[in-house]
């Protein structure tokens, strides 16, 4: 069993839509969560920061945080084309040099 | 603020061929920096880190070798490309908790 699983889709939804994206892990050590962005061809762009639970929201942006469950999310309001690239989560615990990360997600957002 | 910057952007190299590629990050002092490979429509694969000038863990036992010669400065290297060896090398530094930045890339085919 790997230690974070995030299904790699591809998700494909109309524009306007609300897009849930999710993760789940293991290690109940984990502590610090992340979701980056990745657009074809660039390298991962950290789009939400979050630590222990709870949610955090920036924009049209939201992540979510069950540690209880092992879950994280992310959620994106009033989706946009601009929005279609792959979505990674990464996670990791207090001192951990490395960052374990998901498979990431393709989303496409359809005009 | 920060940046990171990696070169080359491309490469294409014949198989048997030597590897150089770099990263350097300004903007910050003795930062975490870390190479990872991320194969075509797969997930991040981390390849070596580094805490320090001359500090090289090594995550992978491949034909690939990291070295650190200034505080800044990240290279990664081979002495025989393998065709196995083709994909998008990242480079990245740790911020002040657990978070990664990554730089633009650089997208290596051996042939």
């Known amino acids: 069993q790997k230690e974070v699983e995030q299904d790699p889709g591809p998700l494909s939804v109309p524009e306007g839509a609300i897009v849930s994206l999710n993760c789940t892990y293991s290690n109940s050590a984990f502590q610090y969560f992340m979701w980056y962005r990745q657009y074809s061809r660039k390298g991962p762009e950290l789009l939400m920061y979050?630590?222990?639970?709870g949610n955090k929201e920036d924009g049209r942006f939201t992540a979510q945080v069950d540690k209880s469950s092992k879950y994280i999310s992310l959620f994106i309001r009033d989706s946009q084309p601009s929005d279609s690239a792959t979505y990674l989560c990464?996670?990791?615990?207090?001192?951990?040099?490395?960052?374990?990360f998901g498979q990431g997600t393709r989303l496409t957002i359809n005009p | 603020s920060q940046t990171i910057h990696q070169w080359p952007a491309t490469l294409v190299q014949p198989v048997g061929s030597p590897l150089s590629l770099e990263c350097t990050v300004e903007g910050t002092s003795n930062p975490n920096l870390y190479w990872y490979r991320q194969a075509a429509g797969r997930g991040l694969q981390l390849l070596f880190y580094s805490v320090g000038i001359g500090q090289i863990s090594s995550e992978v036992p491949q034909n690939l070798s990291a070295s650190r010669p200034q505080d800044r400065q990240f290279i990664l290297s081979s002495k025989k490309l393998l065709l196995s060896d083709s994909g998008f090398y990242l480079c990245?530094?740790?911020?002040?908790?657990?978070?990664?930045?990554f730089g633009p890339g650089t997208r290596l085919t051996v042939l």
């Open positions: 979050t630590y222990s639970s």
């Open positions: 990464a996670m990791n615990n207090q001192g951990a040099q490395k960052l374990v």
């Open positions: 990245a530094w740790r911020g002040e908790t657990a978070q990664q930045y």
